[in-house]
């Protein structure tokens, strides 16, 4: 008779489970695909790239295998000047996100207007290439621009003319791997956090985004909209090295490792000697804080930090 009901109660629990993760994952997915993928879906498939956890091609999560996000002013191909233009640079070989690899995520309509008139057909990883997104004016659906294709831009060429580089790409790997989402969210609700944090997110803004990285507690505030809030590159390194600098009661933890040996001028980062003149300064014997190192070029720092700045 016991095995009996705990046979029953364990067919009872696998049904409830069963149930559960099909209304919880299967059923919104659903909704993602009817709806397709929102201007802020695109920029962000373009930005991140393929996964940003776990993967084959970066099992250690370095941020390898990630698109260059680029501000340009002036055309790669002609060099003339042209309106400020964000486009998204995958050198050969870097893989493109399901987005653009798979029909029923991009959407319906949205996948008609790259092919047609963003020529996206013509793109292959292998070769890699330039990517913009822009909006039919006829219709306000967002379409994946080719960019090599249309206007010439090539990868090289366009990295050169780049007025700046931004590799938050890399930076939400360094945000998943340093397990930021424990404290942080990225996704403001329906509630008092429009005030505070900005504008929730809408169904259509997440397609083709993996892992979306919402987290599922609050310690710190919410961060989907922190770069339009705080756009103060010197503020993040601060707070990235020591976030007491910026925050006397912060329990955020430092992050000073990720900046590696050197400074972006090569200096050898001497953090002992950092931690003593900060002592110093929280003890009041001297009225300044040491300078905290800018990180390097291709420091984990610098991607993390790109990464956050990018969030608006």
């Not at 909704?31 to 091609?57: H, P, V």
């Not at 029923?104 to 047609?116: D, H, Y």
């Not at 659906?141 to 790409?169: C, M, N, S």
């Not at 990720?258 to 001297?286: C, E, H, P, S």
Request: glycine share 8%.
């Amino acid at each position: 008779m016991a095995f009996r009901e705990y046979k029953i109660g364990c067919i009872m629990f696998g049904i409830a489970l069963s149930t559960s993760m099909f209304v919880t994952i299967f059923l919104p997915g659903l909704d993602i695909s009817r709806i397709g993928s929102t201007e802020e879906a695109l920029k962000k498939q373009l930005t991140y790239g393929w996964e940003s956890a776990f993967n084959y091609y970066d099992p250690f999560l370095l941020g390898k295998d990630k698109p260059i996000k680029v501000v340009l002013t002036k055309d790669p191909e002609t060099g003339k000047p042209i309106d400020k233009t964000e486009a998204y640079v995958f050198t050969a070989g870097t893989h493109f996100p399901d987005g653009l690899t798979h029909d029923n995520i991009m959407g319906t309509k949205q996948l008609a207007l790259s092919k047609s008139k963003g020529l996206l057909a013509q793109a292959t990883e292998k070769r890699g290439g330039v990517f913009l997104v822009d909006v039919d004016v006829t219709t306000g659906v967002p379409y994946v621009e080719f960019a090599t294709a249309t206007k010439g831009w090539q990868v090289a060429a366009t990295l050169k003319a780049a007025d700046v580089r931004i590799h938050a790409g890399s930076g939400k790997t360094m945000f998943i791997r340093e397990g930021c989402w424990w404290c942080h969210t990225l996704l403001p609700e329906e509630t008092q956090d429009w005030q505070s944090f900005g504008r929730p997110p809408v169904t259509g803004d997440f397609n083709g985004e993996s892992p979306t990285s919402f987290g599922s507690d609050r310690k710190g505030p919410d961060l989907l909209h922190v770069g339009s809030r705080n756009s103060s590159r010197e503020w993040m390194t601060m707070h990235f090295f020591n976030p007491r600098l910026v925050q006397p009661h912060s329990i955020m933890p430092r992050f000073n490792y990720l900046w590696g040996k050197a400074d972006i001028n090569g200096k050898v980062i001497d953090r002992q000697k950092w931690d003593r003149d900060f002592m110093a300064y929280a003890r009041g014997d001297t009225p300044y804080p040491p300078a905290v190192p800018i990180p390097a070029r291709n420091s984990e720092a610098r991607y993390i930090i790109d990464f956050v700045l990018n969030l608006k």
